[in-house]
């Protein structure tokens, strides 16, 4: 037996010595990158929780080595960029579209989605969904959007109200806007009320507690160990709890969705609105090639992508106006300036005339975008700054770096809006700025999202007023673990700035 152990020990040794001396590893190790031990690569000096880790690989390593280096979290490499010109290389790419393996943990949850779907598979059904993102057809989810936004304002204002007085308080914002940006996806994309914003959402928390354990088990040692092991431990008990109760969530939404299609799918006509959901449900009725699972898949991907990004958006907006009050009085009166005193709805007339907004809105998604970061497979050699990156390996794109960097921003950590009028993007490189990922497989909420923070920004700065106190609270935090949170919440004092909450006049 001893000597079955020793045999076998040492044949697992020649194969790690096989690979460690193999082309592939010895091309990799050319790039600059931290020193790595045995077996675990970089992966044991990378923090397991996601401010740390956020740290390390986009602030700290870059500065060490560079906008180019490379990373090994145990046998799988990751060559990491944070510079315009490597960006674009990638982003702009036909070739490079797929991501990969280090996707496969969100296939439990998401299934072949858009957001991970592979080769002809995601080319068709980005076809497919297309439209359903059309600027003309997003004027419709403008009633969604304002209906939502009021439905927040009086949430807040009622935490604000004690014994009928309205005084200003200190709220955690975060959760609020999370269970408003949710009930905005459900109802613009699968035409579906869930009411999170009335009623307690055991879907979002589901959300949070999955995103953490997805991100602990990338860098721990749990990838090199099988599945079912970790099943037995109570994070992987933890684990599938929340999926039940996301995918339970999604059944709900889609039982809902399909009566409504059975019911209405005779009197939908081609001038109507479409739901991006409608669109999967009748292109199926009509034949394409789309099962039960493909719908399921795209409606959690929906879902996640949907609320999560625009809600950290949205807070870390808020953040930026909550230390800056002076942009923040400037943003109110062009709001002013466009809505006179009224509470009115914001059109998407109005949208085109808040361009000090929308200069906030993007100097805040530079600072803090919502997906900090996001990977492609690369499966054919390419050269990168002088470096062959071989087939095999991932490129890990650093979102957050790229938008720090001094040499494209400079003051990187100042936030000044102007950066974003037009006289001072002249010259800029495109790929300086790209909160929403570019080319080809790029975000295709992009626009969605974007009107949706209007509404909901110019609705709530009508209303309120935010302060973040530093002295108290320190400055925030940036997590990243599947998008870019606050660590430690968004504790936000709101004054109240009108006595009318009940709606849009
Ligand atoms: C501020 C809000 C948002 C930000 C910053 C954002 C950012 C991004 C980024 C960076 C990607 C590329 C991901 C990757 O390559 O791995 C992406 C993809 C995607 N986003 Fe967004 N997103 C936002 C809002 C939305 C919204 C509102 C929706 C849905 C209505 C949405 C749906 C998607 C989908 C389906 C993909 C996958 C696209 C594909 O692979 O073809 N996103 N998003």
């Not at 280096?69 to 060559?79: E, G, H, K, L, T």
């Not at 779907?117 to 997003?138: E, S």
């Given at each position: 037996m001893f000597l079955v152990v020793c045999l076998a020990a040492a044949v697992i040794f020649l194969l790690y010595l096989r690979w460690e001396y193999s082309t592939y590893v010895k091309t990799i190790d050319l790039i600059p990158g931290p020193p790595k031990v045995p077996v675990m690569g970089n992966a044991l000096l990378i923090p397991r929780n996601p401010h740390g880790s956020l740290e390390i690989l986009q602030e700290k390593w870059p500065k060490i080595y560079g906008r180019i280096?490379?990373?090994?979290?145990?046998?799988?490499?990751?060559?990491d960029i944070s510079s315009p010109s490597l960006m674009e290389e990638i982003m702009s790419s036909q070739k490079f579209i797929n991501k990969g393996e280090v996707y496969d943990p969100l296939l439990p949850w998401l299934g072949e989605g858009?957001?991970?779907?592979?080769?002809?598979?995601?080319?068709?059904?980005?076809?497919?969904?297309?439209?359903?993102?059309?600027?003309?057809?997003?004027?419709?989810?403008?009633?969604?959007?304002?209906?939502?936004?009021?439905?927040?304002?009086?949430?807040?204002?009622?935490?604000?109200?004690?014994?009928?007085e309205l005084n200003e308080r200190e709220i955690e914002v975060f959760p609020f806007l999370k269970r408003c940006t949710l009930d905005i996806i459900c109802e613009a994309a699968m035409g579906i009320q869930v009411n999170a914003q009335l009623e307690d959402s055991e879907y979002l928390n589901a959300v949070q507690k999955f995103s953490l354990l997805l991100f602990e088990n990338f860098f721990s040692v749990w990838r090199l160990v099988p599945r079912w092991i970790f099943f037995l431990t109570t994070k992987g008990k933890e684990y599938k709890k929340s999926l039940k109760v996301i995918h339970d969530f999604t059944s709900k939404v889609?039982?809902?969705?399909?009566?409504?299609?059975?019911?209405?799918?005779?009197?939908?006509?081609?001038?109507?609105?479409?739901?991006?959901?409608?669109?999967?449900?009748?292109a199926a009725k009509e034949g394409a090639d789309l099962t039960d699972t493909d719908i399921r898949n795209?409606?959690?991907?929906?879902?996640?992508?949907?609320?999560?990004?625009?809600?950290?958006?949205?807070?870390?907006?808020?953040?930026?106006?909550?230390?800056?009050?002076?942009?923040?009085?400037?943003?109110?009166?062009?709001?002013?300036?466009?809505?006179?005193?009224?509470?009115?709805?914001?059109?998407?007339?109005?949208?085109?005339?808040?361009?000090?907004?929308?200069?906030?809105?993007?100097?805040s998604l530079r600072l803090?975008?919502?997906?900090p970061n996001i990977k492609r497979y690369i499966s054919e050699d390419i050269?990168?700054?002088?470096?062959?990156?071989?087939?095999?390996?991932?490129?890990?794109?650093?979102?957050?770096?790229?938008?720090?960097?001094?040499?494209?921003?400079?003051?990187?950590?100042?936030?000044?809006?102007?950066?974003?009028?037009?006289?001072?993007?002249?010259?800029?490189?495109?790929?300086?700025?790209?909160?929403?990922?570019?080319?080809?497989?790029?975000?295709?909420?992009?626009r969605f999202a974007l009107f949706e923070e209007k509404v909901i920004m110019s609705t709530l700065l009508r209303r309120f007023r935010f302060t973040y106190d530093t002295d108290k609270h320190g400055p925030a935090k940036p997590s990243a673990d599947l998008v870019l949170k606050p660590h430690h919440g968004m504790p936000m004092i709101l004054s109240p700035l009108v006595d009318n909450f009940l709606g849009s006049e």
């Open positions: 280096y490379r990373v090994w979290v145990a046998f799988q490499a990751f060559i858009l957001l991970t779907a592979k080769g002809n598979k995601w080319r068709k059904r980005r076809r497919l969904l297309t439209p359903a993102f059309h600027f003309q057809i997003l004027d419709n989810f403008f009633d969604t959007f304002n209906k939502n936004a009021d439905i927040l304002c009086q949430q807040l204002h009622r935490s604000l109200s004690k014994e009928g889609l039982s809902n969705s399909n009566n409504f299609i059975v019911e209405h799918f005779s009197m939908i006509s081609f001038a109507d609105r479409r739901a991006f959901l409608d669109l999967m449900l009748i795209e409606v959690d991907t929906f879902m996640f992508e949907g609320h999560d990004t625009t809600a950290s958006a949205a807070v870390w907006f808020l953040y930026c106006m909550g230390t800056h009050p002076e942009h923040q009085e400037r943003v109110r009166e062009e709001l002013s300036h466009v809505f006179g005193d009224s509470n009115r709805p914001c059109t998407l007339e109005d949208t085109t005339k808040l361009k000090y907004l929308e200069c906030c809105i993007k100097e803090y975008p919502s997906v050269v990168l700054n002088g470096y062959k990156v071989p087939a095999g390996s991932t490129i890990s794109m650093h979102i957050y770096s790229l938008h720090r960097n001094e040499e494209v921003f400079p003051d990187p950590l100042v936030f000044k809006p102007e950066r974003f009028e037009n006289q001072q993007l002249v010259g800029r490189h495109p790929f300086s700025f790209v909160p929403f990922s570019a080319g080809p497989r790029n975000c295709i909420g992009q």
